[in-house]
């Protein structure tokens, strides 16, 4: 009997006959996060399930940790592996119901090799059988404290107890790379996540002008990405210097509607670093009218620089549910230390909450953006973020 982690893909089973690439990357997802997570284990997908393999001696909690980090996956449990024979499953089943906590309990059976003798039916009520003899424990089929797994592939039967949700969605990669505009505030890291969960590979763009922002929103940016790499194995991460930048918009456009022409100049630079890797649109936290920036009015203005679509997955959410889903990912902790907001560069504290295209477009008539955006370009630097071991 091996003690193993066991996880369902999610979406992956609607694309029928495309299957297999989806399988093959999630497996290739899940192991990057288990050895990220410092378990060594093999990882193969045996009749649509994922199945994780500590090595003697390895932490099965952390690697179960890991795999609940990775979209694609539905849920995942530690699991006995045994021959698929009732014997040795009814033992199993009794030790994992005597380690479960207490209470009701009801046998799930579910046969990926229909030639096993038995139904799945009959599997749960003789296993159950045993385990009432054996336990004591009562048998709740409908609201059970807890529910045994009893997986049946043609090689192996798997017993769990305790199965726990994953994030769901498309393994990273499923779809094309997105450039995540991060600010280090609470919103866009969790757009960024909500697009890493319908497969995009996201390449994280932070825009730094050091006269007002200390290395310390560095260090949470990067802490950020640590999180989010859970998800993706890597995460890119370039930091572009944007004091120069900001200053030409300063000398140009009153301090009413500077923060409309930064945040178009976030979509010009990115554009053309998101070229060079073939990225397909933006990501940022925009929460309709949470900020003055954010009114549907602006959104337009800001939107409108950009020359790919841009995902805000944020945009109908309020912040109590971007709160709990920052908490939920990990990112919350680090979201809320204090940073200065490049944004906040010499604009009015009474910024427009109206605009419109023309209007900033006239504004920005006496910047020089093919050199402002060339000399931001050149000057930017990229990382590759891993999964933080202390973040899972
Ligand atoms: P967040 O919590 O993500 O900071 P927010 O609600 O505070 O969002 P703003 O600070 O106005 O709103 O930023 C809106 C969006 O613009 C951010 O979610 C992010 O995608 C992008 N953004 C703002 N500042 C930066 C920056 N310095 N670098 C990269 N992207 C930024
Ligand atoms: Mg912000």
Known sequence: MDRIVIAH???ISLKGGNRRPFTDRLRDRIRQAVNAAGVDAGVGVESHRLVVTPRAGQDHDRALRAVLRVPG???????????PELEAIKAAA???????PPGSFKIETRRADKAFPLTSIQV????????VVETGRPVDVHTPAVAVRVELTRQHAYVSAGTLPGPGGLPVGSTSRLMALLSGGLDSPVAAWLMMRRGARVTGVHFHNRSLQ???VLEKLEDLCGVLAWASGSMPLAVVPFEACQRAIVATVPETHRMLVYRRAMFRIASRLGYAEGALGYITGDSLGQVASQTAENLRTIHAAADLPVYAPLVGSDKVEIVARARALGTFDISIRPHEDCCSFL???HPAVRSSVPQIEAMEAGLDWEALITEAVDKTTRRDILPAPDAL
């Open 94 to 100: 009794v030790a994992a119901l005597k380690s479960a």
């Open 214 to 216: 200390g290395p310390a």
């Open 124 to 131: 749960s009520q003789e296993v159950g059988g045993r385990c």
């Open 9 to 11: 893909y999610a979406e």
């Open 347 to 349: 604009v009015s504290r």
């Open 73 to 83: 996956v539905a849920n995942a449990a530690l699991a006995t592996r045994t021959p």
